[in-house]
């Protein structure tokens, strides 16, 4: 497991933006490269839904249909850093947003083993 912080969230109007970045803490850059990373957001009385997820070394992400075209994920693998690049927020975004980690998985069926503790994104329309 790693430990995952969060962080970028905040509110903002419709059609605006957010970056999103989730550091990991782990021994080495080698560890982080290890994990596929992922978002997942829990919208107020709905389960938690996959977002996004990079592969390990970043070549290959999948994305949720509601957000493909207007998410990006990104990682530095330098960093220890994961991204979520948000330009374009929908009233249907406001959620609180998960970064989580899989050593296994990739892509929706991944069953991550390491949560952060979430950041609040909110839309105002």
């Known amino acids: 497991q790693v430990q995952l912080v969060e962080s970028g969230g905040g509110l903002v109007q419709a059609g605006g933006s957010l970056r999103l970045s989730c550091a990991a803490s782990?021994?080495?850059?080698?560890?982080?490269?290890?994990?596929?990373m992922g978002w997942f957001r829990q919208a107020p009385g709905k389960e938690r839904e996959f977002v996004t997820a990079i592969s390990w070394s970043g070549g290959s992400t999948s994305y949720v249909d509601s957000v493909k075209g207007r998410f990006t994920i990104s990682r530095d693998n330098t960093k220890n850093t994961v991204y979520l690049q948000m330009p374009s927020l929908y009233p249907e975004d406001p959620a609180v947003y998960y970064c989580a980690a899989d050593p296994r998985s990739y892509g929706s069926v991944m069953q991550p083993d390491s949560w952060g503790q979430g950041t609040q994104v909110t839309v105002s329309s």
């Open positions: 782990v021994r080495t850059s080698r560890t982080f490269s290890r994990y596929v």
